[in-house]
């Protein structure tokens, strides 16, 4: 049964950096990786997403260019860097497993497998 679970979420002062964390146990064939955010009255929103291998990256126009994807597959981790934090960017993030890595799935993920969530705060 996999099992995912992020950290590193927190307080952060706007246009400051921060790296979320996604720590996977098990295994499935779902072996791609997608982080998505859903705020308070918002709906969830796909963020990025890594393949397996870390081949293939997907991002959303939204983050494209401030937020990093990455996996140390050694590991079991997959990182999230976001940099130049925006208040708009406060919200609970969650890491999942998706069955590809595509634009598709960051917009309407299919997924039994996601996290309990890590909450971000961008305030002054």
């Known amino acids: 049964q996999l099992q995912l679970v992020e950290s590193g979420g927190g307080l952060v002062q706007p246009a400051r950096p921060l790296r979320l964390s996604c720590s996977a146990s098990g295994s499935t064939e779902r072996d791609d990786t997608g982080w998505f955010r859903q705020a308070p009255g918002k709906e969830r929103e796909g963020l990025s997403c890594?393949?397996?291998?870390?081949?293939?990256?997907r991002y959303a126009e939204s983050v494209k260019g401030r937020f990093t994807i990455s996996r140390d597959s050694a590991k079991n981790m997959v990182y999230l860097q976001m940099d130049s934090l925006k208040p708009e960017d406060t919200s609970v993030y969650y890491c999942a497993a998706l069955l590809q890595c595509s634009i598709g799935q960051l917009n309407d993920p299919v997924s039994e497998h996601w996290g309990q969530g890590t909450q971000v705060t961008v305030s002054s």
């Open positions: 890594i393949s397996r291998g870390g081949s293939i990256r």
